[in-house]
C-alpha cells in the first residue's frame, strides 16, 4: 500500500497544491504545517508568508491574526487588498475573532473601517455560526 507520508514533505506539497481550499479544509488535521504551508505557497507564490499563515489558521477555524480559535461570533474581512482566490471561482476572506478587530458586529452587520491587516479601507461583517 501507497503511504503519502512516506514522501519527502516537498513531493507532499506539490501534491496537495492541486488540491481546492475546501478539500485542503476537510483534510487540515491529516497534514502537517509545514506541509500545508508549502502547499498553498506553491499553489498561491505571490501570496506573502503572513497571508499563508492566516490562511491555514482559517482553515482550522482559528482567528487569521492571533491563532485563537474562532468563537460562534466573529468577522469576517472583506477587504479587496486582502481577499485570496483559490480557485477559478471561489475566493477567500480572512476570518478574525473580534478581539483582534476590537469590534463586536452583529450577525449580519457591516462596519466600514481600515483593514488590520493591509490598513485600507474594507468592511467588517458580523458572522454568527448561525449565519
Known sequence: MFIFNNLPNDIQAKI???LTMHKLHACYNVFSYNTLFHSIKI????LDDTIVKGTINNLAKRCFKCSKP???IYNLL???VCLIITDRDSIHYPEICQECTKI???RGKTRFLDCIICKKHSTYLGISVFS
Not at 499553489?43 to 505571490?46: F, M, T, W
Request: with cysteine; proline share 0%.
Open 16 to 18: 496537495l497544491s492541486y
Open 43 to 46: 499553489r498561491l507564490n505571490y
Open 70 to 72: 474562532l468563537t460562534n
Open 78 to 80: 472583506l477587504c479587496s
Open 104 to 106: 463586536k458586529i452583529e
